[in-house]
């Protein structure tokens, strides 16, 4: 039982509220004991008051150190060359293009492939990773030096290693380049090349015979593909190039195109002059050489081929053969025939008809040649002048000749040919020439057709 402290009355103690005035019968903690709870507050706070000084001086030592090693990471030197050593290792180009690229030289992540490629192979992976940390390491220990290269098996520089300012003022930022060789181009011929490069669409013309820069790139085994342009027409193909076989600073370039070179047999063209034999591919004349290439030739398109030659002045042609796309190979042998029956009866026809009027020809160079050798002695052009054309080119460099006072001494021809077209005689003998030299020497002569009142209209040697 308890006494209520409000009315006074005796209330039983597991009641809660007097039943009598309603006021609260739970028990009140005494003052003593107020007193000793403040009191255990109060050192209670004052030691903790002491230990969070502590506790935020232990946090942001953690914080730093777990920022450092964060930085470190991220951003020292040897995170910076694994993060390239990585790139390389696992085929990444994009990683690999932005970390080797510069303001002035971009790496595409052609480029990229290339390098990964040369790298494997020409450095290996192992001595790579461990030449750049060798070299950082070297970097960081020395203030003297601010660069230095990482090189392949063959001592070609590979990376180049420069030791560029500090990154959070802790670690010693390193950049990262390749060296650059330009790749030189020499064609055989004037050619255009259209190609990527630098992820941008380039052309290059390059003279025939002249080194002509295809750009600067970075070390590689390089196989660009390429659309060619000459006057023989457009080629696909490549450009291909490896820093294995460059120079100090430019590396040569070889050319792969789908090309085809032609060599020409000819049949039934033995009675025509050598000099005069000519091939036509697609309508272009050049001169015929037995052991020449002709080309190249795009694969992708047929070839339309003939030959044409002179016997006693007049020409013969061949039939035309076209090369189909199937049959052109990188070297592809054409035989070209010319109707030989037709050609060796107009020869025979013709040196029977130079029998007839030789000796007319032999006469009139035993009566020419002393009367002008009589002309440049004596200064006299009307010793000569009924032996040449008037009007003609011969005329006036005879006149020309014997006025200038320059002695020359002629021979007599030893006539080897003689063919005739309609009034003109072509006359082929050997001689001194003017060179003192003794060679072959060619006149044509104009006269009636039976050889009579011959005058000279040309002269050459």
């Given amino acids: 039982m308890q006494n209520c402290p409000k009315c006074g009355e005796t209330v039983n103690t597991v009641n809660k509220v007097c039943p009598y005035c309603g006021q609260s019968l739970r028990s009140r903690p005494s003052n003593n004991k107020k007193r000793a709870t403040r009191q255990n507050n109060k050192t209670l706070n004052n030691k903790v008051r002491k230990i969070i000084p502590w506790g935020i001086a232990l946090f942001i030592i953690i914080l730093l150190i777990i920022i450092f090693f964060l930085l470190k990471n991220f951003n020292s030197p040897e995170a910076q060359a694994d993060l390239l050593v990585n790139a390389i290792d696992n085929n990444d ?14 790496v595409d992540e052609d480029e990229a492939t290339a390098y990964i490629k040369y790298i494997k192979e020409e450095v290996g992976m192992k001595n790579f990773a461990e030449s750049i940390h060798d070299k950082i ?42 060296p650059t060789k330009e790749a030189i181009v020499k064609p055989k011929f004037d050619a255009t090349y259209k ?32 659309k060619r342009e000459t006057e023989n027409g457009q080629f696909s193909g490549e450009l291909k190039f490896n820093f294995n076989d460059s120079n100090n600073e430019t590396v040569d370039v070889n050319q792969s195109f789908n090309e085809a070179y032609l060599r ?13 034999i000519k091939v036509k591919i697609n309508d272009k004349s050049f001169d015929y050489d037995n ?20 016997a006693k002045k007049k020409e013969f042609s061949s039939d035309e053969t076209t090369i189909q796309t199937d049959n052109l190979k990188d070297n592809t042998t054409v035989s070209i025939n010319f109707d030989e029956e037709e050609i060796d009866k107009y020869v025979k026809k013709k040196e029977k008809e130079e029998n007839s009027f030789r000796n007319k ?7 020419y040649t002393p009367a002008l050798n009589t ?26 000749g014997i006025s200038s006072n320059q002695y020359r001494f002629f021979q007599i021809p030893q006539i080897s040919e003689i063919v005739r077209l309609d009034d003109k005689f072509y006359v082929t003998g050997y001689a001194l020439k003017r060179d003192g030299q003794y ?11 039976k050889g009579d009142d011959l005058q000279v209209i040309n002269y050459s040697e």
């Fill in 93 to 106: 180009t994009q990683k690999v293009s932005s970390v080797l690229s510069t303001q002035n030289n971009n």
């Fill in 375 to 400: 002309a440049y002695t004596q200064n006299n052009f009307d010793m000569v002048s009924e032996f040449v054309k008037k009007g003609s080119s011969n005329y006036k460099a005879t006149k020309n």
């Fill in 264 to 276: 020409f047999n000819l049949n039934g063209a033995d009675n025509l002059d050598k000099d005069t």
């Fill in 361 to 367: 020809i032999t006469n009139f160079f035993s009566d």
């Fill in 291 to 310: 052991s020449k290439a002709y080309g190249p030739y795009p694969k992708t398109k047929q070839i339309t081929v003939k030959a044409v030659g002179e």
């Fill in 137 to 178: 390491s070297k970097l960081n220990e020395g203030d003297s030096q601010v660069s230095n290269y990482v090189t392949a098996r063959n001592s070609e520089k590979v990376l180049k290693i420069t030791k560029n300012g500090t990154r959070f003022f802790l670690f010693n930022n390193m950049n990262f380049t390749a």
């Fill in 195 to 226: 190609f990527r490069s630098n992820d941008k669409q380039r052309t290059v013309t390059a003279d025939k015979n002249q080194a002509t820069s295809l750009g600067k790139f970075i070390p590689g085994d390089y196989s660009i593909e390429a």
């Fill in 439 to 449: 060679g072959e020497v060619n006149y044509v002569l104009e006269g009636t057709s």
